[in-house]
């Protein structure tokens, strides 16, 4: 696999799970009048958009990764379990690590902010995108990387 493949599939994938995950997530809020960013509870009962970006995160960085794996082809390729099954669940942590931060920072120096339920949908869209291309890449890479090396 060339680089240029290796990007070309990690923005495949994240431009597909943008578009997927932001549908879903329309159908979570589209019946609110508007959605807080965050919010500063942490056991909020409020629908935020931090609230759901969280698991939608992690879990799409612990199965993307597994299935990058699988559609991965190449002769000789090095077992799933346990390296590339203990990298899920690293890039789950880390995901959930950075998604966290990103909104407690965000609650800290902005504050409640609200936004429409688009918008929302928008925004959580763009996440798991990100999500899914970086995670996407990282599993490939370093698969393409130890079965060259």
């Known amino acids: 696999m060339t680089q240029k ?3 070309k599939g990690a923005h495949t994938g994240g431009v597909i799970n943008a578009i997927i995950n ?6 979570q809020v589209r019946n609110l009048d ?5 919010d500063n509870l942490i056991s909020s009962e409020q629908h935020t ?6 698991p939608l995160a992690v879990s799409l960085a612990f ?4 299935v990058a794996y699988a559609t991965t082809k190449i002769p000789e390729k090095p077992k ?3 390296k590339y099954f ?11 690590g950075i998604v966290v931060t990103i909104g407690v920072l965000w609650q800290r120096f902005v504050g409640p902010v609200t936004i429409t339920p688009v918008a929302a949908a928008i925004w959580a869209g763009i996440i798991a ?3 899914a291309a970086v995670v996407n890449y990282l599993t490939v890479k370093d698969i393409v990387s130890k079965k060259t090396s």
């Open 86 to 96: 203990v990298k899920s669940l690293w890039y789950a942590f880390a995901t959930f």
């Open 129 to 131: 995108g990100i999500v």
């Open 63 to 66: 199965i993307l990764s597994g």
């Open 5 to 7: 493949e290796i990007n």
């Open 49 to 54: 958009l931090f609230s759901g970006a969280v």
């Open 80 to 82: 799933y379990f346990p």
């Open 34 to 38: 508007e959605v807080l960013v965050t």
């Open 22 to 27: 932001g549908i879903i997530n329309w159908f």
